[in-house]
């Protein structure tokens, strides 16, 4: 139950990764406000966590990104270190789980360099062809809100406020990080 955006502003070359302050839970229709963020940084990247809070605080507590150094191909670095690296915490702190005999843990948003790539809980890297992504359950109401309008940190907070309006699991204050690149 949330929401996590992603977008980079190619004018002005920074990248923003945000989310709100909600947990929900539909089964008793019952939304509280968190104290801690589901956004965080870590050394260049810039990470925004659905699914799960354990899964968020485990990527908060034990992730070493892997360092990236000029020339490196940025989307097999995802794939050849980053995601390996994620499954290995995942497992020591047994967080992931196996189903039919694959790995399976949950979704966020990776913002580094300029790029944003989504983490699927199948561990798939997919990077779009897009200046923003989001996930969780205002996924909708923030896209369509972003579709015509990302140019600044104020398109993502009215992006959120659209899917706050609209989901009750959606709820401020929202966080957003940014990173000039």
């Known amino acids: 139950m949330t929401c996590i955006i992603g977008m980079i502003d190619k004018k002005h070359r920074k990248m923003y990764v945000g989310g709100d302050s909600c947990a929900g839970n539909p089964s008793q229709y019952t939304a509280?406000?968190?104290a801690n963020p589901k956004v965080f940084a870590k050394k260049e990247y810039l990470i925004?966590?659905?699914?799960?809070?354990?899964?968020?605080?485990?990527?908060?507590r034990f992730l070493e990104p892997p360092p990236i150094k000029d020339?490196?191909?940025l989307?097999?670095?995802?794939i050849?270190?980053?995601?390996?690296?994620?499954?290995?915490?995942?497992?020591?702190?047994?967080?992931?789980k196996n189903e039919d005999g694959n790995e399976v843990g949950g979704q966020f948003i990776v913002g580094v360099r300029g790029r944003l790539f989504f983490i699927e809980?199948?561990?798939?890297?997919?990077e779009y062809n897009s200046a923003f992504i989001s996930c969780g359950c205002g996924v909708d109401y923030a896209e369509g809100s972003l579709f015509n309008d990302t140019r600044s940190k104020d398109a993502i907070l009215r992006a959120f406020k659209a899917a706050a309006h609209?989901?009750?699991?959606?709820?401020?204050?929202?966080?957003?990080?940014?990173?000039?690149y």
């Open 32 to 34: 509280y406000e968190i």
């Open 71 to 73: 020339g490196d191909n």
């Open 80 to 96: 050849d270190k980053f995601v390996p690296q994620i499954i290995k915490i995942f497992k020591r702190h047994r967080w992931s």
């Open 48 to 60: 925004g966590y659905t699914t799960s809070f354990r899964m968020g605080q485990i990527l908060e």
């Open 121 to 126: 809980s199948d561990f798939s890297v997919i």
């Open 166 to 180: 609209f989901s009750v699991y959606v709820q401020p204050p929202f966080k957003i990080l940014s990173r000039s």
């Open 75 to 78: 989307y097999h670095l995802m």
